[in-house]
């Protein structure tokens, strides 16, 4: 790919006819397929449209894909990798599944992103397009985005979508988030916390709930409870917790621990609500009292872990992906637990690194679809290998006229196994925001090499 600083050009991809095959199947547990043919899969997504799935129970993730699987978010901005990940079309914003089947996900902060909709965590459709904001949730079967600072319903699974109105403040960054069938709507400038029950037709204005309580929400033993990290004006952080009885309309809160955060989202279990700070798990009944105990998470320092959880209450397994600032890529790590206490770090041939992931969910699927798709993406799988890079200009890119400035650009050169004398020339889609080398380059250049 050539990628150029400070100076117009189009981004170039040149890709020779080349492939090599993966010896990868797909192997669904008769054990985890009950009756009804469905499958657990476990699906995490991230920045750059990243998606992976689990149907083994956390055991193997497979099927990891993003929109551009050669970019790098925040590394060194001279990096011909570098992506901002955050102002982005594809930065995450929201994931959310239905009790009919389907999985959505939502894209782009400060700049126009996608919404999708997938079967079978695997194939991706895009439903909506020229849009950014606070994510999306699920109540219902409906699908509630906010989007582009306004509020938008679909009850026919993304096809079509009507706008909600209303008289309540949605300037103050609010993300929506669902338990159960209630939504609740949290900003993040304004701290408003808002609640619907009826699939966010109306929303309600809850004025004495701090949305600094509820980074996270769930539901168990007949009451809600919801974690999150509240920082107040030369004040040191404090992880907090709340609760409500009445279904989410009033909640009592507390600041739990003085100068720490929660390290993940928190989760229940069927008998406790479990969440992670400082190396320890914290455990609790009633939201109210917590007991802490000391963790393990492999080979990564305890007191700064922190990760995306989601729990299979059919196998009462835990499962994780590393969130930590700087542990990206190869250092991204993805773990399993039947405790929440002691934590087995997968190695990379289970799990390989990549994207930030943002939030993992559960769903019951198809087991047949979900074959179906897997052995369809199987058949034609090749190794995309990672592409020679070759400088043009070695850091004294010419501006004309016979100056010259500190830039460069670079060819990402795609060799083939067995070359036939043809190439080819890719020009992937983009502009000054940002560029489209993963779908409209690398990925063209390996379909290309089959």
Partial sequence: MIKRKAFPCCLLALAFVAASWLNIGLTISSANADDDQKVDVFLGAG???????????????????????????????????????????????????????????????????????????????????????????????????????????????????????????????????????????????????????????????????????????????GILVSTGNRRLKDQPEVACTARSTDGGQ?????????????????????????????????????????????????????????????????????????????NFYEKQKAYRSKDGVTWEELDSEHFSGGHPIGKIVLARVDAKAVQNASEEIDSAKVEVQKPERLSLWSGHAPNGEGTFEDGDAWLSLHRPEKPNGAAVVICPGGGYGGFVTGAEGHRIATWLNQ
């Fill in 47 to 221: 920045k750059l449209g990243r998606t992976v799935i689990s149907i083994d129970d956390g055991v193997t993730w497979i099927h990891d894909h993003s929109d551009d699987d050669t970019a790098r978010c925040w590394c060194e901005k001279d990096d011909p990798h570098y992506i901002e990940c955050d102002h982005h079309p594809t930065s995450f914003t929201g994931l959310a599944v239905s009790d009919d089947g389907w999985f959505y996900a939502q894209y782009g902060w400060g700049t126009p992103g996608t919404i999708r909709r997938s079967r079978d965590a695997i194939h991706w459709e895009v439903v909506r397009t020229d849009g950014n904001g606070g994510g999306l949730a699920v109540a219902n079967n409906v699908v509630v985005s906010l989007w582009n600072g306004r509020r938008w319903r679909s009850i026919d699974h993304g096809e079509s979508w009507a706008e909600v109105k209303g008289d309540l403040n949605w300037k103050g960054h609010p993300f929506v988030k669902s338990v159960g069938n209630t939504l609740f709507a949290v900003g993040r400038e304004d701290s408003q916390f808002k609640i619907s029950i009826d699939a966010g037709e109306t929303w309600k204005l809850l004025p004495d709930v701090n949305a600094g309580w509820s980074d996270s929400i769930v539901e168990g033993n």
């Fill in 250 to 326: 009033t909640w009592t809160g507390q600041e739990l621990l003085p100068g720490q955060r929660w390290a993940a989202n928190v989760i229940f279990n069927g008998q406790d609500f479990v969440n992670w700070s400082g190396g320890q798990q914290y455990r609790s009944k009633d939201g109210v009292e917590w007991t802490a105990t000391p963790m393990t998470a492999g080979s990564f320092n305890v007191r700064h872990w922190g990760a995306n959880v989601c729990f299979n209450d059919r196998t009462e397994t835990y499962v994780a992906i590393l969130n930590v600032w700087g």
